[in-house]
C-alpha cells in the first residue's frame, strides 16, 4: 500500500520546478543536476528508490539532512506527517523555502545549519533521510532516531559511499545494511570526509 502511495505522489511531482530554468528542458533525464554552490539534486530513480527504503507512512515526523532544492523534501512531505528538513547552504535554503511555500506546502519546517547535529527540539523521528555523504554515521542522527524508526544515509569515501538503511527495533541493537553504492555531495561537518578522503 505504502508502494502504492509513493508512486501517485511521485507522479504528481515535477522535477522541471526545482532546477533553473536552463537545465528544465532536461529535469526529466535521469542523472544529477547542478542547483549551485556546489551542490546537486539527485538522479530521480535514486530519489525513488530512497525514498522507498525510508518508507515513511501519514503518521510519521521526518528529519532530511540537506534540503538542496527540496525536490526530494517535497516528495517526504506528501508522504508523511511533518518534514522537518536542515540545509548548511543558505542561499539554497532559502530558495528552497520560498518555492516550498509557494508550491503550498504547509508541513515543512527549514531549518539554516548544521545538519549533522540533526534538529534535536523535535525528535525523536520515525525517519531520518541523509543526502549528503558522511564519514560515519552520526550520533546525535542515531540518537534522535525513534525506537521502530528508519534512517537512509550514504557513508563511506569521497569518490563511493555505500547507501545504508539503518533501522531501530523496539528493543535490541541497531540493524544496519547496506543497499548499493552511491556518490553524494560531502557532509560537512564532524562527520563528513576527513581532509585526505577529499583528494
Known amino acids: 500500500m505504502r508502494e502504492k502511495r ?5 507522479d504528481r511531482l515535477d522535477r522541471r520546478l526545482f532546477v533553473d530554468r536552463p537545465l528544465q528542458s532536461v ?7 547542478p ?4 551542490q546537486t539534486i539527485s538522479q530521480p530513480s535514486l530519489v525513488f528508490e530512497m525514498t522507498r527504503l525510508l518508507d515513511p507512512g501519514p503518521d510519521d515526523t521526518v528529519l532530511e539532512v540537506g534540503t538542496g ?6 516528495l517526504l512531505a506528501m508522504l508523511s506527517s511533518h518534514v522537518y528538513t536542515v540545509e548548511r547552504v543558505s542561499v539554497l535554503g532559502e530558495r528552497a523555502r520560498e518555492r516550498l511555500g509557494n508550491m ?21 523521528y520515525h525517519r531520518i533521510m541523509v543526502t549528503a555523504g558522511c564519514a560515519a554515521l552520526p550520533p546525535p ?15 563511506g569515501p569521497r569518490m563511493e559511499q555505500d547507501l545504508l538503511l539503518v533501522t531501530r527495533p523496539l528493543d535490541g541493537p541497531l540493524r544496519i545494511e547496506s543497499v548499493m553504492k552511491v556518490i553524494f555531495v560531502e557532509l560537512v561537518g564532524p562527520y563528513g570526509w576527513s581532509p585526505a578522503d577529499r583528494g
Do not use: K
Open 27 to 33: 529535469a526529466h533525464v535521469d542523472a544529477p543536476l
Open 35 to 38: 542547483i549551485g554552490c556546489g
Open 69 to 74: 532544492s527540496g525536490f526530494q523534501t517535497a
Open 104 to 124: 503550498g506546502y504547509s508541513n515543512i519546517s527549514l531549518r539554516i545549519g548544521d545538519g549533522s547535529a540533526g534538529w534535536p527540539e523535535h525528535a525523536p
Open 6 to 10: 509513493l508512486q501517485a505522489a511521485w
Open 141 to 155: 542522527l542515531l540518537d534522535q532516531l525513534a525506537p521502530g524508526g528508519r534512517m537512509v544515509a550514504p557513508v
